[in-house]
């Protein structure tokens, strides 16, 4: 696959930031051709033009429909030559045109345990249903909303006195590690989809990343 990510953010970029760091520390074979963001303010464009990666902003207001945007998005992506597409906060459904440019070649993170709790506030959501564990879900896009096959899971413990932002923050702890570790799993090839299963080698699983996330 080529190496090449295009990183779609929203907001903070700290998934971004997580990517950027694991490149640079030689944990994932890959670079970051280029960062778009829906949104202008968005503080990940920063940490991207921090990084001396091309960061630009791609409005999703004002086209004539959201399949326009999506192509628009497509000619950014491939004019820069990008093979995967890594979605890192990226607050937007997309769509088929996406979704063809680059089949089973985008990527998502989602901070809970897929399929409970799709759709924003996942780590509210899974306070308020009382989940007694949560975690971080890496799948590639699919246009069912957070719906494609799952790559990569990591459980994080819910604890009792937990607020949404606390559970958040060591959710975040478990998600920049697994973003890094799914997108160069996919890199690396060798997996294939069945259905809604993805098959790849098999990735050590739950302790390492609990752990890691309650320190
Ligand atoms: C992350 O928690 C990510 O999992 C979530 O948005 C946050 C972005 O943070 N994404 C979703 O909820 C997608 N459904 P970041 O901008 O610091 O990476």
Known sequence: MNRR???????????????????????????????????????????????????????HRGWPSRDDYDRALVRELKSRDVGLVCLAGFMRLVGAPLLDAFPNAVVNIHPSLLPAFPGVDAQRQALDYGAKVSGVTVHLVTPELDGGPIILQRTVAVLAGDTADSLSARILVAEH????????L???????????RFVGRAVSDAPRSASAASA
Request: no cysteine; proline share 1%; hydrophobic share 45%.
């Open 177 to 184: 590690q697994a973003y890094p570790e799914a997108v160069a």
């Open 5 to 59: 990510l295009g990183v779609l953010i929203s907001g903070r970029g700290s998934n971004l930031q997580a990517l950027i760091d694991a490149i640079r520390e030689g944990r994932l074979d890959a670079s970051i051709a280029v960062v778009v963001s829906n949104r202008e303010y968005a503080a990940g464009l920063e940490k991207a033009r921090g990084a001396g990666i091309e960061a630009l902003v791609l409005s």
């Open 186 to 196: 996919l890199l690396d090839g060798g997996w294939r989809v069945e259905g809604r």
